[in-house]
């Protein structure tokens, strides 16, 4: 399973950005998607998250300005990122919390894509 994440850049403050991640790959099922940040120094933070059927969680530091969505169809995941502050500068990778079949069992694991580098200058 791979989870090719794209969309980062350097942006100004207030300015908008959308990152894409897409899951390819041999699995049975995936249960949830969802964006994680990493800035220099810091601990890695859940951003948000979202399960199969749509239900969303976001981290207090960005409810009201960033969107995650997902495409069922074609295994990706979204996260559209709103009026962008300093704060928000970090590395972005993508989580999937996939169930893969081997035999006749299955396993749910997660997996990480590699990161995205999002900047925003004052």
């Known amino acids: 399973v791979q989870l090719q994440a794209s969309g980062g850049g350097l942006v100004q403050a207030g300015e908008s950005l959308k990152l894409s991640c897409a899951a390819s790959?041999?699995?049975?099922?995936?249960?949830?998607l969802g964006w994680y940040r990493q800035a220099p120094g810091k601990q890695r933070e859940v951003v948000a998250t979202?399960?199969?059927?749509?239900?969303?969680n976001y981290a207090d530091s960005v409810k009201g300005r960033f969107t995650i969505f997902r495409n069922n169809a074609n295994n990706a995941v979204y996260l559209q990122m709103n009026s962008l502050n300093v704060e928000d500068t970090a590395v972005y990778s993508c989580?999937?919390?996939?169930?893969?079949?081997?035999?006749?069992?299955?396993?749910?694991?997660?997996?990480w894509g590699q990161g995205t580098q999002v900047t925003v200058s004052s």
């Open positions: 989580w999937g919390l996939v169930t893969i079949r081997t035999g006749d069992q299955l396993h749910t694991l997660d997996y």
């Open positions: 790959g041999d699995f049975f099922s995936i249960n949830e």
């Open positions: 979202i399960n199969r059927y749509g239900g969303t």
